[in-house]
């Protein structure tokens, strides 16, 4: 997740959609005063190429509720900006920005995405197959629809396919004015590991096929996405 003061921008990161390599070329272009929230394993490429890391990512206390005074008081514990944060809480937390700012994420063809997720959280190794995946119910906890709208309705201003990501990038550099090229890092972050290469409809099973058209049914209606 990043929060731009200095380009007027809100990055929503979802998941399996190129989101760490994505937050990492945004990030290149922010301030001091921009959030950027944890960035985890590619800590790596932030260190070895200058990339801009995490940064303020404790909450303001001018934003802070009566729960976080609470926490922090009593419990010692500051409000944290997590990786994954949704758009419905950033929207409550800055209301203003919210308002003024460009908000955006980026969304997968969910047959694909499942795969990624698959192979992400330990593939055969841990899991023994996709079906064993989805019965176990680790399938389920990939995080993204829910990030990006608000009693199912889409709250930011652009969801972008992870499919024309090029045109994508060349998009959002565009509305931001940014002053060079929008680009991904060259280097494969470590996460972004998919070790099945073949087309999905060569890997999946009936049973498979249909457990993620229920689950992400909301995604295949809203991006015209199918089999």
């Not at 940014?178 to 009936?206: C, F, M, N, W």
Request: aromatic share 18%; proline share 2%; hydrophobic share 35%.
């Amino acid at each position: 997740m990043i929060i731009s003061h200095k380009h007027k921008f809100i990055f929503i990161k979802t998941q399996k959609t190129a989101g760490s390599s994505i937050k990492l070329a945004l990030a290149k272009f922010c301030d001091n005063k921009d959030i950027i929230s944890s960035m985890g394993d590619d800590n790596y490429l932030k260190k070895t190429l200058g990339y801009r890391g995490a940064q303020n990512n404790y909450l303001p206390y001018r934003y802070y509720w009566k729960r976080d005074w609470y926490n922090y008081l009593y419990n010692g514990v500051r409000y944290n900006f997590t990786d994954h944060m949704s758009a419905k809480e950033i929207k409550l937390r800055f209301k203003s920005e919210w308002k003024d700012y460009y908000t955006f994420c980026f969304e997968r063809n969910p047959f694909d995405k499942f795969i990624s997720w698959y192979y992400w959280d330990g593939g055969d190794k841990r899991h023994g197959n996709m079906t064993q995946f989805i019965q176990s119910g680790a399938a389920s906890k990939i995080k993204g629809f829910e990030l990006y709208t608000d009693n199912s309705e889409i709250i930011i201003d652009k969801v972008y396919k992870y499919e024309e990501l090029n045109e994508s990038l060349s998009d959002i550099q565009n509305v931001l004015n940014l002053p060079s090229i929008l680009k991904l890092p060259e280097q494969k972050l470590k996460g972004d590991v998919r070790k099945e290469q073949a087309h999905y409809k060569d890997i999946l099973t009936d049973f498979e096929v249909d457990w993620i058209r229920k689950v992400f049914a909301r995604e295949m209606v809203y991006f015209n996405y199918s089999f």
